[in-house]
Structure formats: C-alpha cells, structure tokens
C-alpha cells in the first residue's frame, strides 16, 4: 500500500470520526444539537443567541455573527454567508438576521430579561444590524418562544400527481396586494421550462457570479439579471410580506 492510500484511509477515517462524534448519523446527538438542548431558558445572554442561532434563515446559511456581553448582543452580517446571485440585493440575507432578531427579543422575557433593539445602530458600518440591550426583567413565558425550538422545514417530495386548480391559483394571486405589483403563474410546460433554464443559467455552476457577493455581479447575463430582479425578487417580497402580516395577526390573536 502505498503513502497515498495511506492518507486517504487516515484521512476517510478522521472525517468519519468527526461525522460520528458530530451526531451526524444519530439524529438529535452531538454537538450541532446543542443549540436545541439549551433552548430552555437559562438566565443568561447565550440563551438568547442559542435562540437566535434556531431561526428560520434563507438557504441554511446562517449569515450571522454575535458579540455577547452581561447587559448587551451586538449582531453583525456575515457578509461571506451571502447566496451571490441568488441574491443580488440581499433581501433573502437581511430576512434572515430579521429573523434571529425576532427570535432573539422573543427568548428575553422567558430568560428575565427585557431586550431593547436598536437596528443599524452604526452608519458607517452596514453589517452592522442591530443592538440589544438588554436589562433584568421578570420572567415570563410566552407561547412564541416556546416555539422556536419545534420549528423545522418540510423537506418531503413535493406531490406532482394533483393538480392546482384555477380557483387556488386566484385564491393566491389574490394575496398579492401590494400596489404596483402582480403575481404572474407558469403553468404551460413551455413557460415552466423557460423557468427552470433561466434558473440554471443564473445559480449553475458556469455562473461568473456563483458564491460572489451582489457587488460583483456585473458579468452576470442581463437574461439572469433580468429573470432575478423582475421576477424572482418582486414575486417573493408580495408572498413573504403577506406571510409576515399572517404571522403578526396570529402572534395578536395569541397575546
């Protein structure tokens, strides 16, 4: 056997070992959990980052960094997290810090704290989102938080054996209420194949701008700036700030 066998057995062993350890073949074990396992209230500041770390953010990226003190949280964007083309005007990675946010003040009051948000706090730094100030409360429990630590994404197969009925797709069309905007449905295999190519075109791995942050997209095709811009971008603003509304009526309704 010759050195570099060797080394590649040494190496498929520790990157085993490594995924073992991790919990990646025990689902709920190891250390990628460990955010879910201290989502309990526990009185102390990392509590709320462990609860901020759980939301809900665009593409698993995690584009977030925190700095954690007695009385403060400092979050920041991680700017090499971003998606590159797939979001050109990070849109996508600034729902997601809004996200952590909102679990974040939401895990303050169960851990006896009250969090007082201040957003862009510095204007000569735009990674800089938000800081938190956080004072000594009485704890209280709150449907919401106990949430944050069930919340999950539906990864099941998508069914293509029923089909959306024109009623649904009004019904849907419907919630697109901002002004100046319309909800626009590819529903002939033609049009959902011209879909699916220019989607390849602009996230495929020929893409000059695959994984590069939104300031350097200028090789982009103007067909894939296009197709983002017009109609990635506004189609999903309409849906997800008719979802936000939904979730803030919900949250009044349970207070």
């Known amino acids: 056997m010759n050195r570099y066998k060797v080394l590649r057995i ?38 709320l980052v462990d609860a901020a770390i759980l939301a809900s953010n665009a593409h698993n990226t995690q584009p977030w960094l925190f700095t954690v003190s007695d009385n403060r949280i400092e979050l920041f964007a991680d700017m090499p997290r971003t998606t590159g083309a797939l979001d050109p005007l990070l849109r996508e990675m600034q729902i997601s810090l809004g996200c952590a946010v909102e679990n974040l003040a939401l895990a303050a009051p169960p851990n006896g704290m ?11 730094d735009t990674t800089h989102i938000a800081t938190v100030f956080l004072t000594p409360a009485t704890a209280s429990g709150s449907p919401l938080f106990d949430a944050i630590a069930v919340r999950h994404t539906n990864r099941g197969v998508y069914s293509t054996s029923r089909a959306v009925t024109d009623r649904q797709l009004d019904t ?3 919630l697109a ?11 002939t295999d033609a049009q ?10 602009a996230t495929g791995p020929s893409s000059p701008t695959r994984g590069r942050p939104p300031t350097t997209t200028a090789g982009t095709a103007p067909a894939s700036r296009a197709f983002s811009c017009y109609v990635m971008e506004p189609g999903s603003l309409v849906m997800e700030r008719k979802m936000l509304l939904t979730l803030n009526q919900r949250a009044e309704s349970m207070a």
């Open 172 to 174: 849907l069309s419907a």
């Open 10 to 47: 040494l190496g498929a062993t520790g990157l085993t070992w490594r995924a073992v350890d991790g919990g990646v073949f025990s689902t709920g074990t190891g250390s990628a959990y460990d955010a879910w396992h201290r989502a309990a209230p526990g009185g102390r500041p990392l509590n």
């Open 192 to 201: 959902k194949k011209a879909f699916g190519d220019l989607t390849v075109r």
């Open 114 to 124: 009250a969090a007082n948000v201040s957003f862009l706090p510095d204007p000569s």
């Open 177 to 187: 209420d901002v002004p100046g905007t319309r909800l626009v449905w590819f529903t």
